[in-house]
């Protein structure tokens, strides 16, 4: 049974971090694709962060410098690490597998507030 289990969100203030983390089972974890997804209440999924087999990295520019993706295929694991949080970044953020087919984990709620 594949699962993608996410943890580490909570309620941070601004300039603040946070780690999330996702937990792979159920598929060969280093064969994919592996990404970030976030979703604010009435606005679409969006792009975070992605990180490929071989460790090569890509970020949405609205977190290019303050979010960092990695990867740790013996642990089956994906880390997002976020800094310098600000308010827009509240949202839901989704792990996903992208491969045939896709998988996706039930998200962590991230709220950053004063």
């Known amino acids: 049974q594949v699962q993608l289990v996410e943890s580490g969100g909570g309620l941070v203030q601004p300039g603040g971090s946070l780690r999330l983390s996702c937990a792979a089972s159920?598929?060969?974890?280093?064969?994919?694709?592996m990404g970030w997804y976030r979703q604010a209440p009435g606005l679409e999924r969006e792009f975070v962060a992605g990180?490929?087999?071989?460790?090569?990295?890509y970020y949405a520019p609205s977190v290019k410098g303050r979010f960092t993706i990695s990867r740790d295929n013996p642990k089956n694991t994906v880390l997002l690490q976020m800094n310098d949080l600000k308010s827009e970044d509240t949202a839901v953020y989704y792990c996903t597998a992208v491969g045939n087919p896709d998988y996706w984990g039930r998200g962590t709620q991230v709220t950053v507030s004063s």
């Open positions: 159920g598929f060969t974890f280093s064969t994919y694709k």
């Open positions: 990180i490929w087999q071989d460790g090569t990295t």
